[in-house]
Structures are given as C-alpha cells and as structure tokens.
C-alpha cells in the first residue's frame, strides 16, 4: 500500500455519519474531542490482538478479528456497568494484508459497534511484520455507580451469565479440526463473534452493590480477581456451573476445564448481596438474560475454593494468559 | 516471561501514587474511570510505534521507546490546544525482550509523564513477533477552546515553533554514523526524546481564532493538512524556514530537505489572524519559547507554495509516512 493509498484508506474507513454528532469535534485532526453530560464518569480500556496470538488467517476472519476485538473492549465497560460511546483503533499491517482485509477488520468493528450507536473517532496505522490491532473504548456509567471488583461481602451469591467454556471449545474446533468442519456453530461463533453483556451490566448498576467481571481469562482467573480485589474467600459449586450442551457433546472430558480456565467467553461474573438475588433472576428472566448461581462469598483472604463430589480445592489462576512465554 | 513473571510485571508498572487521585477510580479493574470538572472537553488520541519501522534496537534505547511514543501522543494533545492528563499502554512483546528493558520502557513514559503530571491508568500486554507500543492518551481542553487545523483564514500569519529538520537528521547520524559517535548530541536527542510543546499550545489557546497542527510527518504535510482543511493556499518562504546551525553544520546539503519533510520534530505550526502575532511573539519570547513567522495565508484550494529565489513551487505530501510499503 503506498502513502496515497493510505489516505484513501483512511478516508474509507472514516464513517459517514456520527451518532454521538453534536458531541464530538476533530476526526481527522491531531486527536478527538469529545465531551459528556454532566452525572457520568467517563470509563476508558484497551484491548490489543496480536496475529498468531490471538488468532490467526485460519481460525479468524479479517471481520472476526475487528468483531471481537471491539468486543473484548465493549465487555470490560459492561463489566463496569457502563455504556460504549466511542473507539480509537491503532492498527499495525504487515505488507500481506491486501486492502480489502483491512476493511473487512473495520467492517467487523462497525457491525458490533453499530449495535451500540459507538463512533469510531480517531486511530493510527502503522506498518510493520505482525497483525496488531489495539483498540481504544471510551464509554460512560453514571457517577458512583461503577461496579467494580472489590465490591464483594460475606454471605453475597456469586453469579455467572450465559455459559463459560464454549469459546475455548470453538477455538479447539478451529484449531486441531477436532470435529468435521460446520459441526458446533454456536461454540465457533462464540469464539469469533463474541457479544459482550452490556445490557447485564446495566441491570447490574441499578442494584447497591454489586462486584463485577467479565470472563476474558477464564472464570478461575476472575473470581481470584474478586476474591482477592474484595479481601474475601468464594466458593463454588462444581455442579452448578453453566456449560452448555454443545460443549459436553462436543467434548465431555474437556468442557469443565475450558468452562474454568478457557476464558474469551465475554460473560459477566460477579456476586451480589443475598437479599437482592431473587428480584436479579426476575429481572434477567424478563430481558432473556441467563443467569446462574454458582457460589457464595465467605469471609476470607482472597481464594476461591471448588466444591466437588470428591471434596474441596482451592482454584489458581491459570486461565487464558496471553503473555506466556514458557 | 511466565505468567507469575506477567502478574509481578504489571504490579512493577503501576504508578505508586496519582497525581489525579480524586478523579480516577479502578486501575487494574476491567477498565478505568476517569471524571472531568464542568467546561471542558475531553481530547483523546493514540500514537503507535513499531519495531523496524519507527525504531530499531540500535537507533533508540528502551527509555527513549517509550519516552517518544507519549511525547508523539501529548505533542497531539498540545496541537489541539490541551493539556494531557492520563495514558494507556498497549504493548506487543516478542521474547526476546528481557523484563528490565520492558522496565525501562516504562521509566521513559513515566520521567515524561510526570513532567505534566500525567497518570497512567491502565493497558494490555500481549506477546508477538514484534514489539509494538501503542499509547492512548487522554487530555482536555476548556469547552469551545479547541484548535483545529481548519481555523485558517486569508491574511493570517503562518508561524512554526523551534527548529525543523533536527529529529530527521539526528535519525540520519544514528543510521548511518554519518559522523564520529557523539557528535550533534542536540539532533540526536530530538529523534530519541522529542520534547511536546503544550506550554505554546495553551498560550494558542487564548487567542480567539488558531489553526494549529504538531509537526509529526514533516513541515510540508502539516502545513498541507492546514490549507486543505481550512480550504485556503498557504504561501511560505523558503528562507524563513527555522533550521538550527547543528542541522546546517551537518548536512548543509539535506538540512532543508530534512526541514520540509523529514518529520518527527513535534514543534507546533499553524496561523494566527496577522493583529494577533506581535502580541503572540512578545508572549512567547517572555515564555523562552522559540517561534518564526514563515509565510502568509491566502484565498485558495488547498494548495501550500514554497517561495525560493528561483521562483515559486506547489508541495506535494511527501512528508515521512510509516505505512509506506512501495
């Protein structure tokens, strides 16, 4: 791609309109502006995929990559409790990517981005021999009604939403071609297209107090981020947590272990005092959003501890962690 | 790195104290708040850097990485007139990075940072074949103050800050030893640390009408962006163009050259309504900051013209441009 074709990527990649327009001056100019109602707190993250990290030209499309990507970032504002209003992107494109790939990655961006009036407002690309795509979320939550992970008491019910594991499972499809090719969809979608629980999140911020997270590393990894964010112990159910039938059809031996550790699911984990439980279930009920107990905050120190038929063990943090080297 | 190796990285990184505690809840949570007082707007940018592509491991330590991708973002908030506030850093790590380097990389961003009393308040760490620092920065600017490169008009004074050319040239002497190591230590240190003017762009900012841009891809290309953006011509002379003696001294031959389109210098340029310059060029020399009046803007298209003693030349964009592939 040459310096001319740059500028006519750029200015096709550019969205047409905004739908926070009155609010956002300077696309195109040094950085963005842009400004918030008075009531809100601003919620600001970052989420970084990185080719043959990540994925790579096998398991992921170029519209996947900017899909769950955006995603990823979409679901650390809901684990706040917030909205999504805008993203940056910060793209790094090695010479074998053909320009229609790239607008593939922003047409995946857009179409998950759409869903939630976000505006794409401001980005670098640079070159260079690895795919990296980091994107920028800003959103907004009302002012003190962020949930945070440290939120978590005694005797609180811990919940997870959706199913955990399906993720790892798809990416194990796509990986080693465990099954025949179609076969699952919803474990491959769930890898490729995650959707991120924003509207959870928001019934979540309208209870007192409420710990949240969102599955990224795998729910183990989360609940020792609560665990240890609130000072607290928690305990969980082998039984209880939420896996779905694909999973188990799809691989009995493994899905508990990708429910625990696969991580990438998107789904929100958190606890919530005991006395607002049962009016959470009939709100999720009434907005078609699955929620399932799965364990109890104790006094402790910061350990999550799971109950099976065999006894009690306590859980470390070994889910999904992009960083390892060994 | 293993995963503990992650956990104790990230722990190393955090700031140990805010400079805005009261104003940002949640680093280390899914995603950071931030909050803004009432009558100002919020700037948000993103500058990346890649290995081999804006640096190598010879032409910049690993302090200087990370010192010059924040200058690169606050000299963005600076051109719109801002101050900057807090950060975010994304990073790529290949393995062959050792922990303290990663450190260093870190140290750079912060001896920066706290010069402007910047918090940073959250990233992603990922490994890949290259390293790539991607930092998202947040600043503001009071409401309505903003500087876009689309406020120029006929009459207005163009105007650069500082000397341009000297981060180009310092580039040259580290790539090709042009000369004995050690000498020009002044355009060496403008490639490696690049220091932001935000002290001229707040002094812009009390102007009623500036057009402003940071000099990021080359003199030429910015003052393009300028004349295209404002729809009008800019008219410049050649011999106003400010270049330091060290440039002159080292290559007489390419230090105009270097000047027009070398970039990376983050001096601001722009045009001011010509009543308000003296008042301008009085406040900035009280300020011991340097600025030259370099051409004039008139009706037009878009279009920049170079004035030179053999006549008058249109400037295309040629400035420096990382995604070139050709």
Redesign the interface.
């Known amino acids: 791609?040459?310096?001319s074709?740059?500028?006519a990527f750029i200015k096709d990649i550019q969205p047409s309109r905004l739908f926070h327009e009155e609010k956002v001056?300077?696309i195109?100019?040094?950085?963005?502006?842009?400004?918030?109602e008075?009531g809100y707190?601003?919620?600001?993250?970052?989420?970084?995929?990185?080719?043959?990290?990540?994925f790579t030209r096998q398991t992921m499309a170029p519209f996947d990559i900017g899909f769950k990507a955006l995603a990823a970032n979409i679901?650390?504002?809901a684990?706040?409790g917030?909205y999504p209003l805008?993203y940056?992107?910060?793209i790094?494109?090695p010479?074998s990517w053909k320009p229609e790939e790239l607008k593939e990655i922003y047409d995946g961006m857009k179409q998950l981005g759409d869903q939630y009036e976000m505006d794409l407002?401001?980005?670098?690309?640079?070159?260079?021999?690895?795919m990296?795509l980091?994107v920028?979320?800003?959103?907004k939550?009302e002012?003190g009604k962020?949930l945070?992970?440290?939120n978590a008491k005694e005797g609180d019910v811990v919940f997870v939403s959706g199913t955990v594991g399906d993720a790892a499972g798809g990416l194990d499809i796509l990986l080693h071609n465990g099954s025949e090719p179609g076969a699952y969809p919803s474990l491959i979608t769930k890898h490729q297209q995650p959707k991120p629980q924003v509207s959870l999140g928001r019934i979540l911020c309208s209870y007192e107090r409420v710990s949240?997270?969102?599955v990224s590393d795998g729910l183990a990894s989360e609940l020792l981020e609560i665990a240890e964010?609130s000072q607290v112990d928690i305990l969980i159910n082998k039984e209880t947590i939420p896996i779905s039938d694909d999973l188990r059809d799809f691989n009995a031996e493994k899905a508990f272990s990708w429910a625990m550790t696969g991580g990438e699911d998107f789904e929100l984990v958190g606890s919530i005092p005991k006395k607002d439980w049962a009016l959470l279930q009939e709100e999720c009920l009434r907005s078609g959003i699955s929620i399932t107990r799965i364990g109890t905050v104790h006094t402790g120190t910061g350990q999550v501890v799971l109950k099976t038929d065999e006894g009690k063990q306590k859980l470390k943090?070994?889910g999904y962690?992009?960083?390892?080297?060994?």
Chains 1, 2 share one sequence.
Do not use: P, Q, W
């Open positions: 791609m040459s310096i074709d740059e500028f001056v300077g195109g100019d040094d950085a963005a502006i842009v400004s918030l008075d707190e601003k919620i600001v993250c970052v989420d970084t995929m990185v080719e043959d990290v990540h679901s650390d504002v684990a706040m917030g805008y940056l992107v910060s790094t494109i010479k407002i401001g980005g670098d690309t640079t070159s260079g021999k690895t990296v980091s920028f979320v800003i959103g939550v002012t962020r945070l992970r440290s949240l997270n969102d964010a943090k070994e962690n992009h960083f390892n080297r060994s």
